[in-house]
Each structure stands twice: as structure tokens, then as C-alpha cells.
């Protein structure tokens, strides 16, 4: 019976720690990492706080699994596949994730605080710039699927496109959860008219197979 019990009790225990690591990484968009307390979090799991500490004995230990959990939520590959649009072509996704931009996303405002927490935190800083390499990475691997594709000229650097695209996604993230102006926001059609003629720009003028 007890061997027959033992994945049972390893599943629940997982369960668990799921729901502890999702609940500490919603306190942590709500309340930043300082605001952040254990017993909110162990409420919010629907555990006791002596439930969290024989697996996370430090605040510190949860709050870098939390933004860990976050950050693996914002990597391109997960998101596509979210999202449903993994198999499109390479523009199409690059046209979407334009459009994308401008609108509010709850899982991109994590950034926020990430980029905040970071600065005076030396585990959250290893965590961002791990993921900032991943997403580069990712990145990277679209960017050159692209080429493959003959929607991106090959004489191109990968590493300039992939930065470009990386810098504006998060700047531009950035600038407008800060509170910029309306009136310096173009619509929606602009803006995507606009990086859509960017990259079209950056296409080869004789596709490769002609």
C-alpha cells in the first residue's frame, strides 16, 4: 500500500509547490519583491506558512522560484505556442507580435517589476539576465528562420535584428506602463504599418530561390 501511495503523495506535493510558486509570483506583480510577505502567499496557496519553509526555507528561496515561474511565461517559443501561432510564418509572427505592442498584457508587466527588484537584488539579477539571453536566443532562432524563409535579406546580422527586436519590445513595454503621453502614441494601424515596412526593408530584393 505505501509503495502504491508514493506517486500519489509526490504528485500532491507538486501540486502544491505549483500553487505555492503561483501564488508568491502573484504577490509579487501585486506587491513587488519587498511587499511580498509568506503568510499572504501561504493564504493565497491555501497552505500554512510551516507548509512553504522545508522546501523554500528563505523568503528569498520562493520569491526567485516566483520570478523564475514569470519569466519562463514571457520566452518567445512559450509564448507562441500560448498563443496558438508557433506554425505561422515568420513575418506573420512578427507582424502580430507588432500589433501586440500597444495593447496592455498582464504577463509583459512582470517586466516592471523584474527590472525594479533587479537592482538591488543579486539572485533577481541573475534570473533576468539568464532570461534576457533566452529570449535573445529564441529570438535569434526567428530571426533566422526568417532568412531561411527569404523575408529577411541573409546579409543581415542575426545579432543586430535580434537586438533591434528585443530592445523595442521591452522599451517600448516599458516607456508605456511609465504613463507616456497619448499624444506621442501612434494607433495601432501606424504602428504596425510602420515595423511591418521595417522589416519588409529588411527582406532581400530577389527571393533566394530565383
Known sequence: MAASGEPRRRGDSELTARRVVEAAAAEFIERGYDGAVISDIA???????????PRWPHKSDLMAAAVEHLL??????????????????????????????????????????????????????????????????????LVERAA????LDVEHDAASVTLM????????????SAGLADRHIPSGQDWVAWLTHVIASAAPETPPDQ
Do not use: C, K
Open 43 to 53: 493564504r493565497r496557496a491555501g497552505v500554512t506558512p510551516g507548509a512553504i519553509y
Open 72 to 141: 519562463e511565461q514571457l520566452l518567445p517559443e512559450r509564448r507562441l505556442q500560448n498563443l496558438g501561432i508557433a506554425e505561422l510564418t515568420a513575418p506573420e509572427i512578427l507582424e502580430l507580435w507588432a500589433a501586440s505592442l500597444l495593447t496592455s498584457d498582464a504577463v509583459r508587466d512582470v517586466l516592471n517589476q523584474v527590472f525594479g527588484s533587479a537592482r538591488s537584488n543579486p539572485a533577481i539579477q541573475q534570473l533576468l539576465q539568464r532570461f534576457l539571453d533566452e529570449q535573445a536566443d529564441q529570438m535569434r532562432a
Open 148 to 151: 531561411d524563409e527569404g523575408a
Open 165 to 176: 527586436i528585443q530592445a523595442t519590445g521591452i522599451g517600448l513595454h516599458l516607456v508605456l
